[in-house]
């Protein structure tokens, strides 16, 4: 069945780092693919979205390419800033009307001044 | 448009007791989705309605179950409550059709079973 793996957290960067947070997903076809933050006592909020190969998404800063040869949909930041610190998670949903969402574990990103 | 609203915000229960949660979907969203969150298990999904129709189910034993209305609007019943059952709850609407669509979340109901 479909599936979505992501790296393992918690992350903690100094302000101004490269961020990259790892995701890679198991599914059948094409599925469009997702990014998703969460900051504290909050609910999810969209961060990007891709939904065909080699398409990029990008929002806030934060971009991710959709890599059909490597299924994968990689999340970076080239200067993360403190108020990037939260709780990422990357999901996909299949093509077909009605296919549900599949979310991964979620990476935990705190950012030090 | 508003956004996904989620009622009440926090509850407290005692084991054995039942819960009802409710969620409103933004405007024209015909699809709700419930999830629960803990620390251990993450974001973990348990069920998609639409059109009062439950579609999609996740691997949660029967005492939590749902329910939709004809204007979209979802409720999460679980009964017998048990400690485990403490986690925040989510709800998500989408625009449902052709094409894929992003969810949306509503903020959560966090419950705590005593």
């Not at chain 2, 609007?73 to 679980?78: G, K």
Request: hydrophobic content about 30%.
């Amino acid at each position: 069945g479909d599936s979505v793996t992501q790296m393992e957290g918690p992350v903690t960067l100094s302000e101004e780092a490269f961020l990259t947070i790892n995701c890679t997903y198991t599914a059948t076809g094409y599925p469009s693919l997702f990014w998703y933050v969460q900051y504290p006592g909050e609910g999810l909020q969209l961060l990007l979205k891709a939904t065909k190969a080699d398409d990029k998404g990008s929002n806030k800063g934060f971009e991710a390419t959709y890599r059909k040869e490597t299924t994968s949909f990689h999340l970076e930041k080239g200067s993360v800033q403190v108020s990037d610190s939260a709780v990422y998670f990357c999901a996909l949903r299949g093509l077909n009307t009605g296919n549900q969402f599949y979310f991964g574990t979620g990476t935990s990103l705190t950012v030090i001044p | 448009k508003a956004g996904v609203t989620q009622t009440p915000r926090y509850l407290i229960k005692t084991r054995g007791q039942q819960v009802t949660l409710s969620c409103s979907p933004i405007s024209g969203h015909r699809s709700v989705s419930w999830y629960q969150q803990t620390p251990g298990q993450g974001l973990q999904f348990l069920f998609e309605y639409f059109s009062e129709t439950q579609r999609n189910k996740g691997n949660f034993p029967g005492r939590f179950s749902g329910r939709q209305f004809s204007n979209s609007r979802s409720e999460m019943n679980v009964s017998t409550l048990e400690l485990g059952d403490s986690a925040l709850y989510l709800c998500a609407s989408s625009l449902d059709g052709q094409g894929v669509h992003e969810q949306y979340f509503g903020p959560g109901t966090r419950l705590t079973v005593t």
